[in-house]
């Protein structure tokens, strides 16, 4: 009788657990224990804003900085301090994008231009446009950088998204407009303040 009295409060007690380890998202619950944990600041010492977006060298080229978990916000998953598409990159059709990739976490992150809808899926594919992501986005890298080059040809609604799986979906991406009408490019941050190309 006495186990009989021992197994209710069991199940109780494994159930209150089980409830409470589902209750926050899979990415969150993995990010919550490295935020601002472990991550080689001296990666993005010195970056601002206005190293996020540059003119390139070339005529109709820009080139962009995108840092990962370069604050504790969304749990580290966010890039230049931004998750959940709350900074829009703008730029013309036709130009060339030279993009630096940094993450300074012991997390796996990536980076990966996927059309907008893509970033609800569990795995987000090939790249938009040829070229246009870190070496394999599936399985990211840490504390390190990677740069990769594509033209913006078609113009549409795509995103700056870590290709890890789920990340995503946990808002670890920001916006990205190629534009027909855009005559320079430009970066829109979270609080509607626009930075151009200098």
Do not use: R
Not at 8 to 35: N, R, V
Not at 176 to 195: C, H, I, K, N, R
Request: hydrophobic residues 40%; glycine residues 10%; negative net charge.
């Amino acid at each position: 009788m006495k186990t009989l009295s021992i197994l209710p409060g069991f199940f109780a007690f494994s159930l209150a657990l089980s409830t409470q380890a589902f209750a926050a998202e899979p990415a969150a619950q993995g990010h919550a224990q490295h935020a601002g944990m472990g991550l080689k600041k001296e990666l993005i010492e010195g970056i601002t804003p206005e190293d996020f977006l540059k003119l390139g060298s070339k005529p109709k080229s820009v080139a962009l900085v995108l840092a990962a978990a370069f604050t504790e916000a969304n749990y580290g998953m966010n890039f230049n301090g931004y998750s959940h598409g709350k900074a829009t990159y703008t730029i013309p059709a036709g130009w060339s994008v030279d993009v630096t990739f940094i993450n300074p976490s012991p997390v796996p992150h990536s980076l990966i231009v996927v059309e907008k809808e893509m970033v609800k899926k569990m795995q987000l594919g090939e790249p938009a446009f040829a070229g246009a992501s870190t070496p394999s986005p599936i399985t990211g890298m840490s504390t390190g950088k990677a740069s990769f080059s594509f033209t913006a040809g078609e113009p549409g609604d795509y995103v700056f998204a870590c290709g890890f799986p789920t990340h995503a979906a946990g808002g670890h991406w920001v916006a990205l407009e190629v534009s027909a009408t855009a005559t320079e490019p430009t970066l829109t941050l979270g609080d509607g303040q626009v930075l151009k190309a200098k």
